[in-house]
């Protein structure tokens, strides 16, 4: 059983998101990049499958800031191999169709049995990737999956379909499915054992030479929400917010 | 007439959801723009056509199993609609059936699509999308000038009475045999939602953290504000799925949809997912150190305190 991971980089959502010069894209020079939460938990159910059978675990991203953390941390809990795709410009946006493309390209080349990855990234306008590269190899795949199951040459997944209800089907493999949550949170790799990787292993490196045209949305502006100023601000010290606060609840008969 | 917009409708069970409305809605508007005809289609016979009056057409897929859900098997049904009545626009949600569809139909038919959309009109020869990306912190305004067209539209984007309408749309049956049967997946069976533990639906008052609440050990500090107020604790998703909470207490698309008097929100970002839940609480007060988290812009109190300040004054105060 070989099982691919796709991982990727992204801005991080907690810290602030300047738009650029042009009024078209995040201004990247100034944005800190992380790991896409929802590819950590791809990864998790990955190793926890590589846990409990004899699969291997092979983790591929796109070339794009500091996604040599995100290669060694994976290596570091355990992949068994990390493979950075390069052949596109690291500091602009890929749009998802175009890096299902460059990922289909490398898994030509390889036999595997399933690829996990996040099942959205927060910017991805074009729609998300499971489905988009399950289309694109023409295999199966599934999104918002929280359950993976795999028996022999079977596949269930568990989908859920909204509102707690779930669905359980089963997939031919390969098989492509987008993560939702993993069966456990996503395991912790030390900064020591992160070192450790860096030392012992290697990020493999293959180029990808594409010229891909999808027909895709033309972003004419990017830009906050016009403030609805709807919040009204607290602010005091925690004690004035926190009377203030009760004395709304207070109005309302509930405390 | 031809085809102009396909809504998929997207029951799997029970009632159609409310989003499949409002893309009827909305698509009502398209299709008279572009001079076309509205058409949805559901993939299991129901007899519920009345409610989809506002279409022209409903096309009913036969022969799909309606006790189970299959990713494949769906695509292979609407994929077989599309190729027949060749829509110009397809709308579809960024639920689990429009995220399981809407990327793999757009590629299988090289057409555009957008994703995350919170509004589409038809200008011209264009639509015109707006998308809510980063979780909300920032739109993008896009352009559309190729068809078919894909529009993925989050849940409550849209309103949802415009499109609920009686009447009777001409049906039509269509046999996706032969796609069904090449499909490679099927499914064996629905879980119903977890109904155990906690109701949070019922309560005038939640208390609700995110992951900013950070661990585990932490969330204790809210437990006891909550217990103060004998109200019950909800979560965002983050805290349900590091396992420090048990699934019935998560607020949102993929847990409960909440309406309590307050809704107290402690640690939590705001992202579209989490306010499908929780947006039409009567009144809501926000606890977030970034200034510029979404929750702000549908909460009607907020502070920029540090909740690890905060949350003990309150429990102060309240069980004091
Ligand atoms: C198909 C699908 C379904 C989903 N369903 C749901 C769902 O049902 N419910 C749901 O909630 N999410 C759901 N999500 C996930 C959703 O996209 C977000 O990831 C999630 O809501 C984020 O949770 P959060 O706000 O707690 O965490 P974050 O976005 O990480 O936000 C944490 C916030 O805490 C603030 N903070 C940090 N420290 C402090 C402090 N000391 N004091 C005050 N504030 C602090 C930060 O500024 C930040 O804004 C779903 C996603 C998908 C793709
Ligand atoms: N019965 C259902 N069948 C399929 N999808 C559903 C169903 N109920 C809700 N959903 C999906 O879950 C999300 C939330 O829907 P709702 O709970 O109606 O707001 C939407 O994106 C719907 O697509």
């Known amino acids: 059983m070989h099982i691919v991971v796709a991982m990727r980089q992204l801005a991080d959502l907690v810290e602030e998101l300047e738009v650029n010069g042009d009024g078209t894209d995040i201004d990247r020079d100034f944005v800190k990049f992380v790991s896409n939460e929802w590819d950590e938990a791809a990864l998790e159910e990955a190793l926890t499958i590589k846990d409990e059978s004899a699969a291997s675990v092979t983790v591929v991203a796109l070339d794009e800031p500091d996604v040599d953390q995100t290669l060694y941390a994976a290596l570091a809990k355990g992949a068994d191999r990390a493979v950075k795709l390069t052949g596109h410009d690291p500091s602009a946006w890929v749009r998802t169709r175009e890096r299902a493309q460059r990922i289909a390209s490398f898994l030509a080349h390889e036999e595997f049995d399933l690829v996990l990855t996040g099942v959205q990234a927060a910017d991805d306008l074009d729609g998300q990737l499971a489905g988009i590269l399950g289309s694109t190899l023409d295999i199966p795949h599934a999104a918002v999956v929280v359950g993976v199951e795999l028996t022999g040459s079977s596949l269930r997944v568990a989908q859920e379909l909204g509102g707690g209800l779930v669905g359980v089907s089963e997939l031919e493999l390969p098989a492509v499915l987008g993560v939702q949550a993993a069966r456990q949170a996503p395991r912790y790799a030390s900064i020591t054992r992160i070192r450790q990787a860096m030392q012992t292993q290697k990020i493999e490196e293959q180029e990808v030479s594409l010229e891909v045209t999808t027909p895709q949305v033309t972003v004419r502006r990017l830009y906050p929400p016009e403030k609805q100023g709807g919040a009204t601000m607290l602010t005091g010290s925690a004690k004035d917010v926190a009377t203030e606060i009760v004395n709304i609840l207070r109005s309302k008969g509930l405390v | ?320």
Not at chain 2, 45 to 73: H, N
Not at chain 2, 192 to 218: F, H, M, W
Request: proline share 6%; net charge negative; aromatic share 4%.
């Open chain 2, 1 to 320: 007439m031809a085809i102009a917009v396909l809504v998929v409708g997207e029951r799997v069970a029970g009632e159609s959801p409310d989003v499949t409305f409002e893309l009827l809605g909305r698509g009502r508007e398209l299709a008279d723009a572009l001079s076309g005809e509205l058409a949805v289609v559901v993939v299991n016979d129901l007899d519920e056509g009345a409610q989809f009056g506002i279409a022209d057409v409903l096309y009913v897929v036969d022969g799909m199993d309606s006790a189970s859900y299959s990713a494949p098997q769906w695509e292979a049904a609407i994929g077989a609609v599309i190729q027949r009545v060749s829509p110009q626009v397809v709308l579809v949600s960024t639920g689990t059936v429009g995220i399981d569809l809407a990327g793999a139909l757009a590629t299988k038919f090289n057409a555009p699509l957008a994703s995350y959309v919170i509004d589409v009109t038809a200008q011209g020869d264009k639509l015109v999308v707006t998308s809510q990306l980063y979780g909300g912190k920032l739109l993008s305004e896009g352009e559309i000038d190729a068809f078919p067209a894909f529009v993925s539209v989050l849940p409550g984007s849209l309103p949802v009475e415009k499109g609920r309408a009686q009447g009777s749309p001409r049906v039509e049956h269509i046999d996706a045999g032969d796609q069904l049967r090449l499909s490679k997946g099927r499914g064996t069976e629905l879980r119903e939602p977890d109904t155990s533990g906690v109701d949070i639906t019922s309560a005038a008052l939640l208390v609700s953290v995110g992951r900013g609440i950070g661990s585990k050990e932490n969330l204790e500090l809210v437990a006891e504000l909550a217990e103060a107020m004998k109200a019950p604790l909800s979560a965002s998703r983050p805290v349900i799925d590091q396992g420090w909470l048990p699934k019935p207490h998560q607020v949102g698309k993929s847990g409960k949809k909440v309406k309590p008097t307050v809704y107290l929100a402690f640690g939590i970002s705001g992202a579209p997912e989490h306010l499908e839940g929780m947006r039409s609480a009567e009144t809501i007060i926000a606890c977030n150190t970034d200034p510029s988290a979404p929750i702000f812009e549908v909460a009607h109190y907020g502070t920029t305190l540090d909740l690890f300040d905060l949350v003990p004054e309150l429990t102060d105060i309240v069980g004091g």
